[in-house]
């Protein structure tokens, strides 16, 4: 009898660990896809690469004038890497909207989100570039959308390793959409503005870094 009652309390613990390593194990795939809604939101792995990509796409063309994306040492938090948004040279295209995208999954319906990431642009309040910054449906529809200045951040908390970094956020909601595009494109606002015979890389450039999506 004894053998007995000793089997059914072995048995119980055993089944108890089981379900509390199931319990852990499902907590941290939760967690895990919560948290990879963007991935290489920390542009590390674009860094690694020196700006190559199976992730995030670069919508550029540095030869033919139309801007140019590259990687960064540069970073707001931890580990080096942003991405670098430039023109380079004074015949470029100053109308072109170099930048980048990456298609993204797991969204919840009818959820309000918050997607953040960190602008540089030291060039103050005269700067000639912003961004645009936002989602797009799998029809192409703008979910949400701002467009960013240097001045607009000013104020706004600062990376810990660059200061420069400012976050930036943009509230939406997911509506009937799973799956979206995140956007974002720099643009010249007055190619006026720019000295033809100076450096127009560091006239032009931005830098991101930092890219979240969060339930509110």
Not at 94 to 114: E, M, R, V, W
């Amino acid at each position: 009898m004894k053998k007995i009652v000793l089997g059914l309390a072995v048995s119980s613990l055993l089944m108890g660990c089981a379900s509390t390593s199931d319990d852990t194990a499902s907590s941290a795939t939760t967690s895990a896809q919560t948290g990879s809604l963007i991935q290489d939101g920390q542009l590390t792995d674009f860094r690694a690469n020196s700006g190559s990509s199976d992730i995030w796409v670069k919508h550029a063309d540095k030869s033919a004038g139309l801007g140019d994306v590259g990687s960064s040492k540069d970073t707001a938090f931890d580990d080096e890497g942003s991405a670098r948004i430039r023109f380079v040279s004074a015949n470029d295209d100053f109308t072109a909207t170099p930048g980048l995208t990456q298609q993204i999954s797991g969204l919840a319906k009818n959820t309000d989100y918050t997607l953040s990431f960190y602008y540089y642009d030291n060039k103050g309040n005269n700067s000639p570039s912003e961004v645009e910054v936002g989602l797009k449906d799998s029809t192409g529809k703008i979910i949400a959308s701002k467009t960013v200045h240097a001045r607009d951040v000013a104020q706004n908390p600062s990376g810990s390793v660059k200061s420069g970094f400012k976050l930036t956020t943009l509230d939406f909601n997911s509506g009937s959409n799973t799956n979206a595009q995140v956007f974002l494109y720099m643009s010249i606002t007055d190619p006026s503005q720019i000295d033809k015979n100076g450096d127009i890389g560091k006239q032009t450039e931005v830098r991101v870094d930092e890219f979240k999506i969060t339930k509110k």
